[in-house]
């Protein structure tokens, strides 16, 4: 599930960013899909600055469970990097959620609207096995959807203030890090 620029051009040229990054990790792109939206259930501000909404499949032949998984998860991380080394902000594109077990539906809008604005949470053959929603309101950012609750594995009740201090720690420790399950792969992430 991304959220993608609402200008054509711009939306074709990020696009075009991660096919080429999902060819480069081996993947196979199996097609894009138009999300289906109400807008007339957001307010003006949301509605405002709401992205063109998407959905991108893919597979990668031979690859399951936590493997899969682990190659959707470092093939997300170099699609993020490429779009930033190309001078995209998440404004511009977010991956709400990149997995083939969750699908994140998320928004600039209180719990209510959700079904109203996502079609597919109102489609009765749309089926899960777990649903959480939340509903948060953040008062040390400017709004904005790719900011919104929830995030991609957490929802959470409290103000994350060091967003930037945690990133920064991060950063220092990366010639540090080392993982028996990314091996050579690790710098990706």
Not at 53 to 59: E, G, L, Y
């Amino acid at each position: 599930m991304l959220f993608m620029p609402n200008d054509d051009e711009k939306r074709e040229a990020v696009s075009k960013v991660i096919e080429k990054v999902i060819a480069e990790e081996k993947g196979t792109l199996i097609g894009w899909r138009e999300v289906p939206i109400n807008p007339d259930a957001c307010g003006d501000i949301a509605l405002s600055r709401m992205p063109h909404i998407t959905q991108v499949f893919i597979k990668f032949d031979g690859l399951n469970g936590k493997e899969l998984e682990r190659r959707l998860y470092i093939t997300r991380r170099c699609i993020e990097k490429q779009l930033k080394e190309s001078g995209y902000s998440i404004d511009d594109c977010y991956i709400c959620s990149f997995s083939s077990k969750t699908i994140l539906y998320k928004g600039m809008f209180v719990g209510e609207q959700m079904e109203r604005f996502y079609l597919d949470l109102a489609n009765k053959e749309y089926v899960t096995a777990l649903a959480m929603v939340h509903q948060g309101y953040s008062t040390n950012t400017f709004p904005s959807w790719a900011l919104a609750q929830p995030f991609r594995y957490i929802l959470h009740n409290g103000e994350i203030n060091t967003i930037q201090g945690n990133q920064n720690k991060m950063k220092a420790r990366e010639k540090q890090m080392a993982s028996e399950l990314f091996g050579d792969e690790i710098d990706k992430v």
